[in-house]
């Protein structure tokens, strides 16, 4: 991705969207954290790029103390973030199983058939879409990054490229395209203009159609202190009492609710029309009340996370500098979003990490941003026999584990940053 400052110029309309909250419009007055200054997380640089400028955003997050909506201000467009994209969803094996179970359960739950129609938003590589194919459900993905639009296209899957809201939407009912299903995994989180995001979903659904959204929990992210899910490609951080203040907005309904494993902890919401046939479970006003228990209506509950970030800051650093003066070598497993904002956050660069390696060809022998850490296949593991790996898609560690166990034969160990520093030695695991 080109870092030039002229390719990164802010929406025009940006100052007007960042004036209250994005959801309600209420004044913000309360942070939830402050994690600094950090470059955009997907700004992988090009060896040319190491001696360019790069620009940093605050990673400020504040809370709405109306309609409970954790948000970053818009520094940077939806279309600087999505032109290149270097996240491909299909390189997480656990994930792509996650998405194929889903699938299937969504076609038994709603009776989906080939005279049916579903919509991914966000559909990334058609890591999800594609398992629709083999039921002989008709599909179509919007995707705004063409590079990874181009890869759904080669499994098969019909994809878009676009941005999805109020626009788009018309134009699909306008092309017949009216959805049974609309999925947003992921996606909430990414989008500045909630309001219009939402309205387009409401225009695009079939009145007994159904909305899944999934996307990491603030209950999770907040409990299991799980600050470096925050980054500037993720605007919004959400609560189910959020979810239900915001479907009522646009005459939608919350009908049920699942809690999932995925990125740490989040949510699997299902709206309806508020006027469709749909019952609402019982797991709605559990959940709903549960985060009222848990203190998610009281700012006190969210200006209160900033110190356990900066504890776990201060773990990560005793142990790498304690690690580092011992002579040990560690490098790092993955280049995620979230590692981007970990590293930046503590200030760790190749003075701790000699390299991290991934399994997406697209970052090889690119660096992180900001921090330049080199990126390398997996297989510079084996020839560099670190004495620890720090995982920085921390949610996958089981997965990354399992892929990894043979470095136990020189000894290496895994290291997990979140919540706080946990050494794992692989030798004492099954296989």
């Not at 490609?233 to 009492?241: A, G, M, R």
Request: hydrophobic share 40%; charged share 20%.
């Amino acid at each position: 991705m080109n870092i030039q400052a002229a390719e990164i110029v802010p929406d025009p309309n940006t100052a007007r969207r960042n004036v209250g909250c994005r959801l309600c419009g209420s004044r913000l007055r309360h942070t939830l954290v402050d994690l600094g200054m950090s470059p955009p997380c997907e700004s992988f640089l090009q060896a040319d790029q190491l001696d360019q400028m790069e620009l940093y955003y605050p990673l400020n997050v504040l809370v709405c103390e109306s309609c409970y909506l954790a948000q970053l201000k818009e520094y940077v467009s939806p279309e600087t973030i999505f032109g290149e994209y270097a996240y491909f969803s299909s390189f997480s094996t656990s994930w792509v199983a996650h998405a194929k179970a889903f699938c299937e359960a969504i076609t038994k739950r709603l009776g989906l058939c080939a005279d049916s129609f579903a919509v991914e938003l966000a559909s990334n590589d058609g890591y999800l879409l594609q398992h629709f194919l083999p039921l002989g459900i008709p599909v179509l993905g919007v995707e705004p990054a063409a590079n990874v639009a181009r890869a759904a296209v080669e499994k098969g899957v019909p994809t878009r490229v676009d941005f999805f809201g109020v626009r788009l939407a018309r134009q699909m009912v306008a092309e017949g395209l009216l959805a049974d299903l609309i999925i947003g995994n992921n996606v909430l989180a990414q989008v500045p203009d909630l309001n219009d995001f939402v309205a387009g979903m409401k225009i695009l659904l079939k009145p007994e159609g159904v909305i899944t959204l999934e996307f990491p929990h603030i209950e999770r992210l907040m409990a299991e202190n799980q600050f470096d899910t925050i980054y500037h490609e993720h605007f919004s951080y959400f609560s189910l009492l959020t979810i239900d203040l915001m479907a009522a907005r646009h005459e939608l309904r919350l009908i049920d609710v699942e809690e999932l494993p995925t990125h740490g902890g989040s949510l699997r919401v299902y709206l309806a029309n508020e006027g469709s046939n749909w019952v609402t479970d019982d797991r709605v006003a559990e959940l709903l009340d549960r985060e009222k228990r848990h203190g998610l209506t009281e700012m006190t509950t969210y200006t209160s996370f900033g110190y356990k970030a900066q504890r776990a800051k201060r773990d990560l650093l005793a142990f790498l500098i304690s690690a580092k003066s011992e002579g040990k070598k560690i490098c790092g497993y993955g280049a995620p979003g979230k590692g981007n904002t970990l590293l930046n956050y503590c200030a760790i660069g190749t003075d701790f990490l000699d390299f991290t390696v991934d399994r997406n060809p697209y970052k090889h022998g690119r660096f992180t941003p900001g921090m330049h850490i080199p990126i390398k296949p997996i297989t510079a593991i084996e020839q560099a026999k670190p004495d620890y790996i720090l995982i920085l898609p921390w949610n996958l560690k089981d997965e990354i584990i399992k892929q990894l166990h043979h470095v136990a034969a020189w000894g290496a160990k895994f290291v997990v940053p979140i919540p706080f520093v946990i050494v794992i030695d692989p030798s004492e695991l099954p296989r």
